[in-house]
């Protein structure tokens, strides 16, 4: 195997690695909570990452062992591309249950989500695109991407908007400073989640034209796989110093209140 590959792989296979072990660590907690509070957003973001995880596992068992620039075999592959829908589905339902419980556009927007990944899967194995790279002769494919793009797109739209509201508040100091930050970092890790979309179809593209992965976008696709692992895990599980920062911050901006003019 010459070397540029296997830097190429193990540069793929390491960023698919740290993001569903984080994955599968922060599901697998998010699950008992859920059991413990019997709240849906907390069962929903569990299945999500679970479901994530799955996709990861379906896609780079198989991967390790294939890879030589040919397309997986096709069980695997379309059992990735099913555990990946099925988790942007819960993925949207937890943005509708959490920012959007009762907006009727909201309903609309994850119906849409909902079929477009589903008939999306649908042609896609009707062609017999079994991976889901091919973005030229596919047009099922757009429709899978569509479903994949929406709910990271509104994921940051939410966490920016509740962000920014919630700083005014904090200055009036009807906020806590950790739930500001708290949306600060979805918003983020829905900007990185987007981008990631665009970098996997970038080189989806770069396959069908070329036959090859580019190993540029490569780790492009693995920079941005790991690096929304850490917003999710200060959402979630924010260490000592981290919450004194935010919670630092939050006392500076409380001590600048609002001027009447």
């Keep these: ?8 792989d193990l ?9 569903w072990v984080a994955y599968l660590y922060v599901g697998v907690r998010l699950y008992r909570l859920s059991r413990r509070t019997r ?45 990946l829908a099925l988790g942007n589905v819960t993925f949207a339902l937890f943005i509708r249950a959490v920012f959007r419980r009762d907006e009727r556009w909201a309903t609309w927007l994850v119906a849409a989500i909902v079929v477009s990944l589903v008939a999306g899967l649908a042609g896609t194995a009707w062609i017999g695109d079994w991976e889901g790279t091919n973005p030229i002769a596919n047009p099922w494919y757009w429709l899978e991407y569509f479903g994949g793009f929406a709910p990271s797109i509104w994921m940051a739209a939410e966490g920016f908007v509740q962000y920014f509201k919630a700083r005014r508040r904090l200055k009036l100091g009807l906020c806590e400073p950790m739930v500001c930050n708290r949306f600060l970092l ?19 593209f770069i396959y069908t034209l070329t036959g090859q992965w580019s ?5 492009g696709v693995a920079a941005f796989e790991a690096v929304p692992v850490v917003f999710i895990w200060l959402v979630f599980f924010p260490p000592e ?21």
Excluded: H
């Design 186 to 204: 979805w918003g983020i890790a829905g900007v990185l989640w987007g981008i990631l979309e665009v970098v996997i179809s970038a080189n989806d």
């Design 39 to 83: 709240q849906l957003p907390e069962f929903l973001i569990a299945a999500t990452f679970l479901l994530w995880v799955l996709s990861y596992l379906f896609y780079d068992i198989p991967f390790a062992i294939y890879r030589s620039d040919e397309l997986l075999p096709a069980v695997s592959s379309y059992g990735a591309l099913i555990a």
């Design 241 to 261: 110093f981290y919450c004194r920062w935010v919670e630092g911050s939050g006392k500076l901006a409380d001590a600048k209140p609002p001027t009447v003019d």
């Design 215 to 219: 190993l540029l976008l490569d780790v």
């Design 11 to 19: 540069v793929y296979l390491g960023g698919d690695a740290i993001a």
């Design 1 to 8: 195997m010459p070397a540029e590959k296997l830097i190429q």
